[in-house]
């Protein structure tokens, strides 16, 4: 009777109102898979095998339940061999994640670079920045002085001024702009500083003081005085397939196309376009055609 009644299955409800089935078998007893967690029963048995939570080990994939590596000895284990925490409690899917990620940061971290290999590419990223700067400042920060009144109202005499070079390496020079060149050609003399009127293939006269182009008159967007002597622009000026008409803003008191020192400029002579005025602080700004 002893011996039946041990073997015999009974049934019987746990307190969160589920059902599950006690197996007697000497001193082993498999935990209830219906059992929620935080139930006042616990197992008597304690951790399940082959879970590192302390509860069966449902819903774990296989790689976390310790494999063949938890039962080989210490020196026949694999080298990505992490030991596996053995909690007695269940822990949060967040937990789980967060023990996932340190043992795959441990498993793949990627390997150090040798010191002639960081050295390169200290090196290589140094000159890069040194190259990338002096491309900056040799296409738009080369700087020209503007000498003279000729250029008042916009430029004062003594103003620094800081050059585009490779706006014209694409496409001359367009009407208004201002631009930084070589007088009559001469590269050992000072740059000037002029605006552009009269642009290539165009007819140029000034006549009672207006600018007649093509022999329209030329309205501009600024105010500026009438020209009390036209030079040699008295008579029509045709310009070359190279060559610009310029005027400085201050009309009465410029050296420009007008006057043989200066002459029609021809674009190999045109040095960049001037867009931003560096010194002095108190005129420092963008230049608006």
Avoid: C
């Amino acid at each position: 009777m002893a011996g039946e009644e041990q073997n015999r299955q009974t049934e019987k409800p746990d307190q969160t109102g589920t059902r599950g089935i006690d197996r007697i078998a000497g001193s082993a007893r498999v935990p209830e898979y219906g059992r929620m967690p935080g139930s006042r029963r616990r197992d008597r048995r304690g951790p399940a095998a082959g879970s590192r939570y302390g509860s069966p080990s449902v819903g774990i994939p296989e790689y976390e339940r310790g494999g063949m590596n938890d039962r080989l000895p210490e020196g026949e284990r694999s080298s990505a061999y992490v030991p596996l925490r053995t909690d007695q409690a269940l822990v949060s899917r967040r937990e789980t994640k967060l023990y996932e990620d340190e043992r795959m940061s441990r498993e793949y971290l990627p390997p150090k670079k040798s010191i002639p290999v960081r050295v390169f590419q200290w090196t290589f990223q140094i000159l890069a920045v040194i190259i990338a700067a002096y491309l900056l400042v040799y296409f738009f920060g080369q700087r020209r002085t503007n000498i003279g009144p000729s250029m008042d109202t916009t430029l004062s005499g003594g103003d620094e001024v800081l050059i585009n070079i490779l706006s014209y390496q694409m496409h001359g020079p367009s009407r208004g702009d201002i631009i930084s060149f070589k007088p009559n050609g001469n590269t050992s003399s000072r740059s000037s500083i002029r605006r552009v009127i009269g642009l290539p293939g165009e007819t140029v006269q000034i006549i009672d003081g207006m600018i007649y182009i093509d022999g329209k008159v030329f309205l501009e967007k600024k105010d500026y005085p009438a020209m009390i002597s036209p030079g040699m622009a008295e008579d029509p000026i045709r310009l070359e397939d190279d060559q610009y008409f310029v005027l400085g803003d201050n009309r009465n008191n410029s050296e420009d196309s007008r006057n043989a020192q200066i002459g029609l400029v021809s674009s190999s002579m045109i040095e960049g376009k001037a867009w931003f005025v560096l010194r002095p602080g108190e005129h420092r700004g963008f230049l608006k055609n």
